[in-house]
Protein backbone atom coordinates (compact mmCIF):
# COMPACT_ATOMS: atom_id res chain seq x y z
CA UNK A 1 0.00 0.00 0.00
CA UNK A 2 1.58 3.48 -1.07
CA UNK A 3 2.47 5.46 2.00
CA UNK A 4 -0.29 8.30 0.69
CA UNK A 5 -3.14 5.75 0.43
CA UNK A 6 -5.11 5.85 3.08
CA UNK A 7 -5.88 2.58 4.11
CA UNK A 8 -9.63 2.88 4.33
CA UNK A 9 -11.97 5.37 2.96
CA UNK A 10 -15.26 5.54 5.36
CA UNK A 11 -15.29 4.49 9.05
CA UNK A 12 -18.43 3.60 11.23
CA UNK A 13 -17.72 4.78 14.89
CA UNK A 14 -20.01 3.17 16.93
CA UNK A 15 -20.23 4.69 20.94
CA UNK A 16 -19.08 8.41 20.80
CA UNK A 17 -17.77 8.40 24.02
CA UNK A 18 -14.16 9.32 24.94
CA UNK A 19 -12.57 7.15 22.75
CA UNK A 20 -14.38 7.13 19.63
CA UNK A 21 -15.04 10.91 19.73
CA UNK A 22 -10.95 11.28 20.06
CA UNK A 23 -10.71 8.78 16.98
CA UNK A 24 -13.33 11.04 14.88
CA UNK A 25 -11.10 14.03 16.07
CA UNK A 26 -7.54 12.32 15.32
CA UNK A 27 -9.19 11.23 11.89
CA UNK A 28 -10.35 14.59 10.60
CA UNK A 29 -7.28 16.19 11.32
CA UNK A 30 -4.29 13.43 10.11
CA UNK A 31 -6.79 11.89 7.09
CA UNK A 32 -9.20 14.85 6.15
CA UNK A 33 -10.55 12.63 3.22
CA UNK A 34 -11.67 9.61 5.31
CA UNK A 35 -15.30 9.79 5.55
CA UNK A 36 -16.58 9.42 9.43
CA UNK A 37 -19.88 7.83 9.96
CA UNK A 38 -20.72 7.53 13.74
CA UNK A 39 -23.21 6.06 15.76
CA UNK A 40 -24.21 5.99 19.71
CA UNK A 41 -27.22 4.44 21.33
CA UNK A 42 -27.58 7.67 23.51
CA UNK A 43 -29.89 10.35 21.78
CA UNK A 44 -28.31 13.01 23.44
CA UNK A 45 -24.85 12.10 22.46
CA UNK A 46 -25.86 11.73 19.04
CA UNK A 47 -27.49 15.25 19.23
CA UNK A 48 -23.74 16.50 21.25
CA UNK A 49 -21.52 14.74 18.19
CA UNK A 50 -23.46 16.62 15.17
CA UNK A 51 -23.06 19.98 17.17
CA UNK A 52 -19.35 19.13 17.73
CA UNK A 53 -19.00 18.16 14.22
CA UNK A 54 -17.63 14.91 14.86
CA UNK A 55 -18.72 12.76 11.89
CA UNK A 56 -19.46 13.25 7.87
CA UNK A 57 -22.92 11.54 9.40
CA UNK A 58 -24.28 11.05 12.27
CA UNK A 59 -26.56 7.87 11.91
CA UNK A 60 -29.79 7.45 13.90
CA UNK A 61 -29.45 3.31 13.61
CA UNK A 62 -26.22 1.51 14.30
CA UNK A 63 -26.96 0.07 11.07
CA UNK A 64 -27.70 3.09 9.58
CA UNK A 65 -23.60 3.93 10.37
CA UNK A 66 -22.39 0.74 8.95
CA UNK A 67 -23.52 0.45 5.76
CA UNK A 68 -20.87 2.17 3.99
CA UNK A 69 -18.11 1.67 5.67
CA UNK A 70 -14.86 -0.39 5.34
CA UNK A 71 -13.82 0.00 9.32
CA UNK A 72 -16.16 0.00 11.72
CA UNK A 73 -14.78 0.68 15.61
CA UNK A 74 -16.66 -0.62 18.52
CA UNK A 75 -16.24 1.99 21.18
CA UNK A 76 -18.71 0.56 23.36
CA UNK A 77 -18.28 -1.16 26.94
CA UNK A 78 -17.03 -4.47 26.94
CA UNK A 79 -19.77 -5.50 28.27
CA UNK A 80 -22.18 -4.06 25.78
CA UNK A 81 -20.03 -5.23 22.45
CA UNK A 82 -22.08 -8.50 21.78
CA UNK A 83 -25.55 -6.09 21.75
CA UNK A 84 -23.80 -4.18 19.61
CA UNK A 85 -22.59 -6.20 17.30
CA UNK A 86 -25.74 -7.86 16.79
CA UNK A 87 -27.08 -4.54 16.56
CA UNK A 88 -24.56 -3.91 13.17
CA UNK A 89 -24.66 -7.23 11.99
CA UNK A 90 -28.05 -6.95 9.12
CA UNK A 91 -26.22 -4.10 7.43
CA UNK A 92 -22.61 -4.51 7.74
CA UNK A 93 -20.40 -5.15 4.28
CA UNK A 94 -19.40 -8.20 3.68
CA UNK A 95 -15.78 -6.96 2.88
CA UNK A 96 -15.81 -4.45 6.02
CA UNK A 97 -13.27 -4.92 9.19
CA UNK A 98 -14.41 -4.62 12.39
CA UNK A 99 -12.80 -3.97 15.21
CA UNK A 100 -13.09 -2.22 18.65
CA UNK A 101 -11.38 -0.01 21.80
CA UNK A 102 -12.07 -2.19 24.81
CA UNK A 103 -9.59 -3.61 27.70
CA UNK A 104 -10.42 -7.19 27.61
CA UNK A 105 -9.32 -9.07 24.08
CA UNK A 106 -10.68 -12.60 24.87
CA UNK A 107 -14.19 -11.31 25.92
CA UNK A 108 -14.59 -8.68 23.37
CA UNK A 109 -12.98 -11.66 20.02
CA UNK A 110 -15.68 -14.16 21.68
CA UNK A 111 -18.67 -11.19 22.00
CA UNK A 112 -17.72 -10.05 18.40
CA UNK A 113 -17.52 -13.13 17.21
CA UNK A 114 -20.90 -14.61 18.77
CA UNK A 115 -22.54 -11.33 17.32
CA UNK A 116 -20.98 -11.46 13.71
CA UNK A 117 -19.99 -14.83 13.00
CA UNK A 118 -18.83 -14.27 9.09
CA UNK A 119 -17.07 -11.19 9.72
CA UNK A 120 -13.18 -10.05 9.72
CA UNK A 121 -12.67 -9.30 13.15
CA UNK A 122 -9.58 -7.78 14.40
CA UNK A 123 -9.97 -6.25 17.81
CA UNK A 124 -7.62 -3.86 18.91
CA UNK A 125 -6.76 -1.54 22.09
CA UNK A 126 -5.63 1.90 22.24
CA UNK A 127 -4.07 1.92 25.70
CA UNK A 128 -4.75 5.69 26.13
CA UNK A 129 -7.64 7.23 27.86
CA UNK A 130 -8.38 9.77 30.48
CA UNK A 131 -10.44 10.31 33.44
CA UNK A 132 -13.01 12.00 31.39
CA UNK A 133 -15.80 10.74 29.39
CA UNK A 134 -18.03 11.43 26.96
CA UNK A 135 -18.14 13.38 23.35
CA UNK A 136 -16.74 16.43 24.85
CA UNK A 137 -14.00 14.75 26.48
CA UNK A 138 -12.27 13.67 23.58
CA UNK A 139 -9.22 15.26 21.51
CA UNK A 140 -7.04 14.34 18.86
CA UNK A 141 -3.49 14.16 20.05
CA UNK A 142 -4.93 11.06 22.93
CA UNK A 143 -3.60 8.41 20.72
CA UNK A 144 -0.28 9.95 19.87
CA UNK A 145 2.51 8.49 21.23
CA UNK A 146 0.76 5.59 23.27
CA UNK A 147 1.21 2.19 22.00
CA UNK A 148 -2.39 0.40 20.41
CA UNK A 149 -1.84 -3.19 20.21
CA UNK A 150 -3.55 -5.87 17.84
CA UNK A 151 -5.04 -8.99 18.80
CA UNK A 152 -5.88 -11.02 15.74
CA UNK A 153 -7.02 -14.52 15.80
CA UNK A 154 -4.50 -16.99 14.77
CA UNK A 155 -6.26 -17.26 11.28
CA UNK A 156 -6.42 -13.40 10.69
CA UNK A 157 -5.23 -12.42 7.12
CA UNK A 158 -1.71 -10.35 7.58
CA UNK A 159 -3.21 -7.45 5.03
CA UNK A 160 -5.80 -7.14 6.77
CA UNK A 161 -4.27 -6.76 10.36
CA UNK A 162 -1.38 -4.55 8.29
CA UNK A 163 -4.12 -2.21 7.30
CA UNK A 164 -5.48 -1.86 10.33
CA UNK A 165 -1.66 -1.24 12.27
CA UNK A 166 -1.73 1.60 9.26
CA UNK A 167 -4.60 3.39 10.74
CA UNK A 168 -3.64 3.52 14.07
CA UNK A 169 -0.39 4.78 13.20
CA UNK A 170 -1.50 7.24 10.84
CA UNK A 171 -3.46 8.76 14.22
CA UNK A 172 -0.23 8.72 15.59
CA UNK A 173 -0.23 5.68 17.70
CA UNK A 174 2.47 2.93 18.15
CA UNK A 175 1.34 -0.41 16.96
CA UNK A 176 2.26 -4.18 18.59
CA UNK A 177 0.57 -7.22 17.68
CA UNK A 178 -0.07 -9.65 20.57
CA UNK A 179 -2.30 -12.66 21.77
CA UNK A 180 -5.23 -12.01 23.17
CA UNK A 181 -4.63 -14.33 26.43
CA UNK A 182 -1.33 -12.65 26.86
CA UNK A 183 -2.84 -9.30 26.01
CA UNK A 184 -5.43 -9.88 29.43
CA UNK A 185 -2.63 -10.11 31.79
CA UNK A 186 -0.43 -8.01 31.05
CA UNK A 187 -3.31 -4.99 30.80
CA UNK A 188 -4.47 -6.95 34.33
CA UNK A 189 -1.41 -5.38 35.72
CA UNK A 190 -0.54 -1.90 34.06
CA UNK A 191 -4.18 -0.84 33.47
CA UNK A 192 -7.24 -2.89 35.24
CA UNK A 193 -5.45 -3.59 39.00
CA UNK A 194 -4.18 -0.06 39.55
CA UNK A 195 -7.66 0.96 38.55
CA UNK A 196 -9.12 -1.65 40.94
CA UNK A 197 -6.67 -0.23 43.61
CA UNK A 198 -7.49 3.04 43.02
CA UNK A 199 -11.08 2.56 43.32
CA UNK A 200 -10.75 0.87 46.66
CA UNK A 201 -8.54 2.79 48.01
CA UNK A 202 -10.75 5.97 47.55
CA UNK A 203 -13.59 4.19 48.84
CA UNK A 204 -11.27 3.08 52.12
CA UNK A 205 -10.66 6.88 52.63
CA UNK A 206 -13.91 8.39 52.23
CA UNK A 207 -15.50 5.81 54.48
CA UNK A 208 -13.18 5.84 57.40
CA UNK A 209 -14.62 6.81 60.53
CA UNK A 210 -12.71 9.45 62.70
CA UNK A 211 -11.47 11.31 59.53
CA UNK A 212 -14.17 13.64 57.66
CA UNK A 213 -14.56 13.92 53.84
CA UNK A 214 -13.37 16.98 54.06
CA UNK A 215 -10.48 16.14 55.81
CA UNK A 216 -9.61 13.36 52.83
CA UNK A 217 -10.02 15.98 50.53
CA UNK A 218 -8.14 19.08 51.84
CA UNK A 219 -4.82 17.00 52.38
CA UNK A 220 -5.19 14.90 49.40
CA UNK A 221 -2.21 16.04 48.09
CA UNK A 222 0.09 14.21 49.84
CA UNK A 223 -0.45 11.80 47.47
CA UNK A 224 -4.25 10.65 47.73
CA UNK A 225 -5.34 13.02 44.49
CA UNK A 226 -3.11 10.88 42.68
CA UNK A 227 -5.76 7.66 42.91
CA UNK A 228 -8.72 10.22 42.28
CA UNK A 229 -8.35 10.72 39.06
CA UNK A 230 -8.38 7.06 37.42
CA UNK A 231 -10.85 7.02 40.30
CA UNK A 232 -13.06 9.15 38.31
CA UNK A 233 -12.84 7.07 35.24
CA UNK A 234 -16.44 5.90 33.91
CA UNK A 235 -18.41 2.95 35.72
CA UNK A 236 -19.80 1.17 33.23
CA UNK A 237 -16.47 0.95 31.68
CA UNK A 238 -14.61 -0.15 34.24
CA UNK A 239 -17.41 -2.48 35.73
CA UNK A 240 -17.29 -4.35 32.33
CA UNK A 241 -13.13 -4.77 32.43
CA UNK A 242 -13.43 -6.80 35.53
CA UNK A 243 -16.38 -9.00 34.60
CA UNK A 244 -14.88 -9.66 31.36
CA UNK A 245 -11.12 -10.22 32.45
CA UNK A 246 -11.73 -11.98 35.76
CA UNK A 247 -9.14 -14.38 35.86
CA UNK A 248 -6.54 -12.45 34.86
CA UNK A 249 -7.77 -10.08 37.58
CA UNK A 250 -7.86 -12.00 40.16
CA UNK A 251 -4.23 -13.66 39.54
CA UNK A 252 -2.61 -10.18 40.03
CA UNK A 253 -4.49 -9.16 42.84
CA UNK A 254 -3.59 -12.76 44.94
CA UNK A 255 0.15 -11.38 43.73
CA UNK A 256 -0.52 -8.06 45.15
CA UNK A 257 -2.33 -8.97 47.87
CA UNK A 258 1.01 -11.23 48.88
CA UNK A 259 3.35 -8.83 48.55
CA UNK A 260 1.20 -6.11 50.51
CA UNK A 261 1.14 -8.49 53.82
CA UNK A 262 4.73 -8.88 53.49
CA UNK A 263 5.07 -5.24 53.29
CA UNK A 264 2.12 -4.74 55.89
CA UNK A 265 4.88 -7.49 57.94
CA UNK A 266 7.71 -4.96 57.39
CA UNK A 267 5.47 -2.04 58.72
CA UNK A 268 4.74 -3.92 61.69
CA UNK A 269 8.11 -5.58 62.49
CA UNK A 270 10.36 -2.25 62.06
CA UNK A 271 11.94 -4.14 59.16
CA UNK A 272 13.55 -0.88 57.68
CA UNK A 273 15.61 -2.63 55.17
CA UNK A 274 13.02 -4.71 53.65
CA UNK A 275 10.91 -1.07 52.55
CA UNK A 276 14.34 0.62 51.47
CA UNK A 277 15.07 -2.23 49.37
CA UNK A 278 11.48 -2.26 47.62
CA UNK A 279 11.04 1.31 47.29
CA UNK A 280 14.66 1.64 45.92
CA UNK A 281 13.78 -0.79 43.26
CA UNK A 282 10.33 1.16 42.19
CA UNK A 283 12.10 4.37 41.84
CA UNK A 284 13.75 2.60 38.42
CA UNK A 285 10.68 2.17 36.83
CA UNK A 286 9.75 5.70 37.43
CA UNK A 287 12.95 6.37 35.33
CA UNK A 288 12.09 3.93 32.74
CA UNK A 289 8.71 4.87 31.73
CA UNK A 290 10.02 8.56 31.36
CA UNK A 291 13.01 7.58 29.33
CA UNK A 292 10.68 5.75 26.80
CA UNK A 293 7.93 8.87 26.54
CA UNK A 294 5.27 7.28 28.22
CA UNK A 295 4.64 9.64 30.52
CA UNK A 296 5.67 13.60 31.22
CA UNK A 297 8.47 14.02 32.34
CA UNK A 298 7.91 17.64 34.45
CA UNK A 299 7.61 17.02 38.13
CA UNK A 300 4.09 16.18 39.68
CA UNK A 301 2.86 14.38 35.81
CA UNK A 302 3.37 18.81 35.25
CA UNK A 303 0.91 20.12 37.27
CA UNK A 304 0.26 23.79 37.75
CA UNK A 305 1.97 25.28 40.87
CA UNK A 306 1.19 28.46 40.55
CA UNK B 1 1.41 41.62 64.94
CA UNK B 2 1.66 44.31 61.82
CA UNK B 3 0.70 42.53 58.52
CA UNK B 4 4.09 44.07 57.49
CA UNK B 5 6.65 43.07 60.37
CA UNK B 6 7.70 39.59 59.13
CA UNK B 7 7.60 36.61 62.24
CA UNK B 8 11.12 35.87 62.15
CA UNK B 9 14.47 38.02 61.10
CA UNK B 10 16.71 34.47 60.89
CA UNK B 11 15.33 31.19 60.14
CA UNK B 12 17.97 28.09 59.84
CA UNK B 13 17.04 25.06 57.55
CA UNK B 14 18.55 22.05 58.62
CA UNK B 15 18.87 19.31 55.83
CA UNK B 16 18.19 21.25 51.99
CA UNK B 17 16.22 18.72 50.04
CA UNK B 18 12.96 19.16 47.86
CA UNK B 19 11.51 20.72 51.42
CA UNK B 20 14.05 22.64 52.79
CA UNK B 21 15.42 23.54 49.29
CA UNK B 22 11.26 24.91 48.54
CA UNK B 23 11.46 26.93 52.04
CA UNK B 24 14.79 28.56 51.18
CA UNK B 25 13.12 29.55 47.60
CA UNK B 26 9.73 30.49 49.06
CA UNK B 27 11.17 32.88 51.79
CA UNK B 28 13.58 34.39 49.04
CA UNK B 29 10.95 35.24 46.85
CA UNK B 30 7.99 36.22 49.39
CA UNK B 31 9.73 37.50 51.96
CA UNK B 32 13.23 38.88 50.92
CA UNK B 33 14.24 40.61 53.82
CA UNK B 34 14.90 37.32 56.06
CA UNK B 35 18.02 36.27 56.41
CA UNK B 36 18.52 32.29 55.71
CA UNK B 37 21.32 30.17 57.23
CA UNK B 38 20.87 26.83 55.94
CA UNK B 39 23.02 23.10 56.74
CA UNK B 40 22.84 19.42 55.19
CA UNK B 41 24.83 16.70 56.58
CA UNK B 42 25.77 15.82 53.03
CA UNK B 43 28.80 17.98 52.05
CA UNK B 44 27.52 17.48 48.55
CA UNK B 45 24.70 19.03 49.04
CA UNK B 46 26.39 22.21 51.07
CA UNK B 47 28.25 22.58 47.98
CA UNK B 48 25.27 22.51 45.73
CA UNK B 49 23.45 24.67 47.83
CA UNK B 50 25.47 27.48 47.39
CA UNK B 51 26.19 27.66 43.73
CA UNK B 52 22.06 27.54 43.70
CA UNK B 53 22.48 30.15 46.33
CA UNK B 54 19.72 29.13 48.57
CA UNK B 55 20.87 30.59 51.72
CA UNK B 56 22.97 33.96 52.66
CA UNK B 57 24.93 31.17 54.62
CA UNK B 58 25.70 27.66 54.08
CA UNK B 59 27.21 26.49 57.38
CA UNK B 60 29.75 23.17 57.90
CA UNK B 61 28.02 22.50 61.06
CA UNK B 62 24.38 22.05 62.09
CA UNK B 63 25.14 24.64 65.44
CA UNK B 64 26.69 27.36 63.13
CA UNK B 65 23.31 27.06 61.11
CA UNK B 66 20.68 28.04 63.91
CA UNK B 67 23.09 30.34 66.34
CA UNK B 68 21.46 33.25 65.09
CA UNK B 69 17.63 32.10 64.30
CA UNK B 70 14.69 32.65 65.74
CA UNK B 71 13.27 30.16 64.18
CA UNK B 72 15.03 26.68 63.23
CA UNK B 73 13.54 24.01 60.49
CA UNK B 74 14.22 20.73 60.29
CA UNK B 75 14.28 19.21 57.46
CA UNK B 76 15.01 15.49 57.68
CA UNK B 77 13.69 12.45 57.53
CA UNK B 78 11.64 11.49 60.33
CA UNK B 79 13.53 8.61 61.52
CA UNK B 80 16.96 11.23 61.75
CA UNK B 81 14.91 13.69 63.79
CA UNK B 82 16.09 12.93 67.16
CA UNK B 83 19.72 13.14 66.05
CA UNK B 84 19.39 16.26 64.06
CA UNK B 85 18.02 17.53 67.38
CA UNK B 86 21.17 16.70 69.29
CA UNK B 87 23.30 18.26 66.88
CA UNK B 88 21.77 22.03 67.01
CA UNK B 89 21.22 21.74 70.86
CA UNK B 90 24.41 23.55 72.02
CA UNK B 91 23.77 26.37 69.62
CA UNK B 92 20.17 26.68 69.90
CA UNK B 93 19.14 29.96 70.95
CA UNK B 94 17.09 30.30 73.90
CA UNK B 95 14.17 31.95 72.26
CA UNK B 96 14.22 30.53 68.81
CA UNK B 97 11.40 28.03 67.82
CA UNK B 98 12.16 24.89 66.49
CA UNK B 99 9.90 23.45 63.53
CA UNK B 100 10.17 20.52 61.19
CA UNK B 101 8.55 19.67 57.96
CA UNK B 102 7.73 15.86 58.24
CA UNK B 103 4.93 13.64 57.71
CA UNK B 104 4.75 11.76 61.07
CA UNK B 105 3.98 14.21 64.19
CA UNK B 106 3.45 12.33 66.89
CA UNK B 107 6.89 10.43 66.60
CA UNK B 108 8.48 14.04 65.58
CA UNK B 109 7.22 15.34 68.93
CA UNK B 110 8.90 12.73 71.02
CA UNK B 111 12.05 12.76 68.98
CA UNK B 112 12.83 16.48 69.62
CA UNK B 113 11.20 17.27 72.71
CA UNK B 114 14.04 14.12 73.86
CA UNK B 115 16.51 15.30 71.73
CA UNK B 116 15.90 19.58 72.64
CA UNK B 117 14.06 19.31 76.39
CA UNK B 118 14.04 23.11 77.18
CA UNK B 119 13.36 24.38 73.44
CA UNK B 120 9.84 25.69 72.04
CA UNK B 121 9.25 22.73 69.57
CA UNK B 122 5.84 23.28 67.06
CA UNK B 123 6.33 20.82 64.98
CA UNK B 124 4.63 21.17 61.36
CA UNK B 125 3.85 19.55 58.23
CA UNK B 126 3.40 21.45 54.81
CA UNK B 127 0.94 18.63 52.80
CA UNK B 128 3.00 19.18 49.92
CA UNK B 129 5.67 17.39 47.44
CA UNK B 130 6.83 16.12 44.29
CA UNK B 131 8.31 12.30 43.32
CA UNK B 132 11.78 14.48 42.96
CA UNK B 133 14.43 14.98 45.95
CA UNK B 134 17.37 17.13 46.62
CA UNK B 135 18.39 20.82 46.28
CA UNK B 136 17.88 21.24 42.65
CA UNK B 137 14.03 19.20 43.15
CA UNK B 138 12.94 22.48 45.26
CA UNK B 139 10.54 25.55 44.04
CA UNK B 140 9.09 28.27 45.43
CA UNK B 141 5.90 28.06 44.36
CA UNK B 142 5.11 24.58 46.07
CA UNK B 143 3.77 25.07 49.42
CA UNK B 144 0.64 27.78 47.50
CA UNK B 145 -2.54 26.84 48.01
CA UNK B 146 -1.61 23.63 49.73
CA UNK B 147 -2.33 22.94 53.76
CA UNK B 148 0.50 23.16 56.28
CA UNK B 149 -0.80 21.40 60.02
CA UNK B 150 1.01 22.75 63.00
CA UNK B 151 0.36 20.00 65.71
CA UNK B 152 1.33 22.33 68.50
CA UNK B 153 1.56 20.66 72.21
CA UNK B 154 -1.63 21.75 74.41
CA UNK B 155 0.48 23.90 76.61
CA UNK B 156 2.15 25.79 73.65
CA UNK B 157 2.05 29.66 73.63
CA UNK B 158 -0.47 30.86 71.27
CA UNK B 159 1.86 33.85 70.22
CA UNK B 160 4.37 31.08 68.97
CA UNK B 161 1.98 28.99 67.22
CA UNK B 162 0.22 32.43 65.43
CA UNK B 163 3.73 33.15 64.31
CA UNK B 164 4.55 30.02 62.81
CA UNK B 165 1.26 29.70 60.94
CA UNK B 166 2.09 33.63 60.04
CA UNK B 167 5.60 32.45 58.24
CA UNK B 168 3.30 29.44 56.46
CA UNK B 169 0.95 31.70 55.14
CA UNK B 170 3.45 34.25 53.51
CA UNK B 171 5.05 31.51 51.43
CA UNK B 172 1.11 30.52 49.93
CA UNK B 173 0.16 27.77 52.32
CA UNK B 174 -3.15 27.57 54.36
CA UNK B 175 -2.73 26.39 57.71
CA UNK B 176 -4.65 24.18 60.07
CA UNK B 177 -4.28 23.41 63.85
CA UNK B 178 -4.48 19.36 64.56
CA UNK B 179 -3.84 17.39 67.27
CA UNK B 180 -0.79 15.33 66.45
CA UNK B 181 -2.33 11.99 66.84
CA UNK B 182 -5.06 13.36 65.03
CA UNK B 183 -2.77 13.99 62.10
CA UNK B 184 -0.89 10.54 62.03
CA UNK B 185 -4.17 9.58 61.25
CA UNK B 186 -5.43 11.47 58.56
CA UNK B 187 -2.24 11.41 57.02
CA UNK B 188 -1.93 7.82 57.26
CA UNK B 189 -5.39 7.62 54.86
CA UNK B 190 -4.30 10.45 52.53
CA UNK B 191 -0.74 10.18 52.24
CA UNK B 192 0.81 6.78 53.97
CA UNK B 193 -1.59 4.72 52.74
CA UNK B 194 -1.42 5.94 49.22
CA UNK B 195 2.36 5.94 48.65
CA UNK B 196 2.23 2.55 50.38
CA UNK B 197 0.37 1.25 48.24
CA UNK B 198 1.75 2.96 44.54
CA UNK B 199 5.25 1.31 45.90
CA UNK B 200 3.42 -2.49 46.16
CA UNK B 201 1.74 -1.98 43.34
CA UNK B 202 4.88 -1.02 41.34
CA UNK B 203 6.66 -4.42 42.72
CA UNK B 204 4.25 -6.47 42.29
CA UNK B 205 3.85 -5.38 38.44
CA UNK B 206 7.81 -5.34 38.03
CA UNK B 207 8.16 -9.17 39.50
CA UNK B 208 5.39 -11.02 37.67
CA UNK B 209 5.84 -13.95 35.79
CA UNK B 210 4.82 -13.97 32.46
CA UNK B 211 5.71 -10.42 31.85
CA UNK B 212 8.33 -8.31 31.02
CA UNK B 213 9.48 -5.21 32.75
CA UNK B 214 9.70 -4.02 29.39
CA UNK B 215 5.54 -4.78 28.89
CA UNK B 216 5.27 -2.89 32.38
CA UNK B 217 6.59 -0.09 31.15
CA UNK B 218 4.97 0.03 27.06
CA UNK B 219 1.77 -0.38 28.03
CA UNK B 220 1.96 1.75 31.63
CA UNK B 221 -0.40 4.86 30.05
CA UNK B 222 -3.20 2.52 30.92
CA UNK B 223 -3.25 3.70 34.79
CA UNK B 224 -0.09 2.08 36.25
CA UNK B 225 2.57 5.20 35.68
CA UNK B 226 0.27 7.24 37.65
CA UNK B 227 1.53 4.79 40.52
CA UNK B 228 5.13 5.35 39.71
CA UNK B 229 5.02 8.75 40.69
CA UNK B 230 4.75 8.38 44.17
CA UNK B 231 6.74 5.47 43.94
CA UNK B 232 9.82 7.39 42.91
CA UNK B 233 9.57 9.19 46.06
CA UNK B 234 12.58 9.42 48.57
CA UNK B 235 13.57 5.86 49.99
CA UNK B 236 14.75 7.08 52.84
CA UNK B 237 11.67 9.67 53.93
CA UNK B 238 9.29 6.87 53.15
CA UNK B 239 10.95 4.59 54.73
CA UNK B 240 10.96 6.53 58.12
CA UNK B 241 7.31 7.35 57.45
CA UNK B 242 6.27 4.30 57.64
CA UNK B 243 8.36 2.77 60.78
CA UNK B 244 7.22 6.02 62.67
CA UNK B 245 3.24 6.24 62.10
CA UNK B 246 3.20 2.33 62.46
CA UNK B 247 -0.23 1.92 64.76
CA UNK B 248 -2.05 4.30 62.05
CA UNK B 249 -0.48 3.06 58.79
CA UNK B 250 -1.42 -0.40 60.16
CA UNK B 251 -4.83 0.68 60.93
CA UNK B 252 -5.86 1.89 57.70
CA UNK B 253 -4.36 -0.52 56.02
CA UNK B 254 -6.49 -3.36 57.67
CA UNK B 255 -9.40 -1.52 56.14
CA UNK B 256 -8.43 -1.49 52.65
CA UNK B 257 -7.74 -4.76 52.98
CA UNK B 258 -11.25 -5.73 53.72
CA UNK B 259 -12.52 -3.28 51.24
CA UNK B 260 -10.15 -5.17 48.66
CA UNK B 261 -11.42 -8.08 49.54
CA UNK B 262 -14.92 -7.31 49.47
CA UNK B 263 -14.14 -6.14 45.77
CA UNK B 264 -12.27 -9.44 44.74
CA UNK B 265 -15.52 -11.04 45.66
CA UNK B 266 -17.86 -8.92 43.50
CA UNK B 267 -14.82 -9.58 40.39
CA UNK B 268 -14.95 -13.23 41.35
CA UNK B 269 -19.28 -13.83 41.92
CA UNK B 270 -20.12 -11.68 38.97
CA UNK B 271 -21.15 -8.99 41.67
CA UNK B 272 -21.41 -5.86 38.90
CA UNK B 273 -23.74 -3.92 40.70
CA UNK B 274 -20.91 -3.47 44.18
CA UNK B 275 -18.91 -2.49 41.46
CA UNK B 276 -20.54 0.38 39.45
CA UNK B 277 -21.89 1.33 42.94
CA UNK B 278 -18.60 2.10 44.42
CA UNK B 279 -17.07 3.29 40.70
CA UNK B 280 -19.77 5.89 41.20
CA UNK B 281 -19.35 7.29 44.54
CA UNK B 282 -15.49 7.51 43.97
CA UNK B 283 -15.98 9.54 41.26
CA UNK B 284 -17.35 12.54 42.93
CA UNK B 285 -14.48 12.67 45.39
CA UNK B 286 -12.42 13.66 42.69
CA UNK B 287 -14.85 16.34 41.55
CA UNK B 288 -15.00 17.52 45.13
CA UNK B 289 -10.82 17.88 45.41
CA UNK B 290 -10.93 20.16 41.79
CA UNK B 291 -13.75 22.15 43.57
CA UNK B 292 -11.50 23.14 46.28
CA UNK B 293 -8.21 23.72 44.51
CA UNK B 294 -6.58 20.80 45.61
CA UNK B 295 -5.53 19.51 41.95
CA UNK B 296 -5.41 20.51 38.09
CA UNK B 297 -8.84 20.42 36.77
CA UNK B 298 -7.36 19.61 33.54
CA UNK B 299 -7.97 15.97 32.59
CA UNK B 300 -4.66 13.72 33.17
CA UNK B 301 -3.53 15.94 35.91
CA UNK B 302 -2.45 18.65 32.67
CA UNK B 303 0.09 16.05 31.08
CA UNK B 304 1.26 16.62 27.83
CA UNK B 305 -0.44 14.66 24.70
CA UNK B 306 1.57 16.46 22.22
Not at 16 to 36: K, M, Q
Amino acid sequence: MAETEVPFSTIAIIGIGLIGSSIARAVRERTPDVRINAYDSNEAVRTRAVELGLADKVSDTAGDAVREADLVIMCVPVGAMKAAGESIAPALPKQAIVSDVGSAKMAVARALREALPDATIIPAHPVAGTENSGPDAGFASLFHGRWCILTPHEGAAKANVDRLGDFWQRLGAKVEIMDAKHHDLVLAATSHLPHLIAYTIVGTADDLEGITQGEVIKYSAGGFRDFTRIAASDPTMWRDVFLNNREAVLDVLQRFSEDLSMLQRAIRWGDGDTLFELFTRTRAVRRSIIEQGQDDARPDFGRVHE
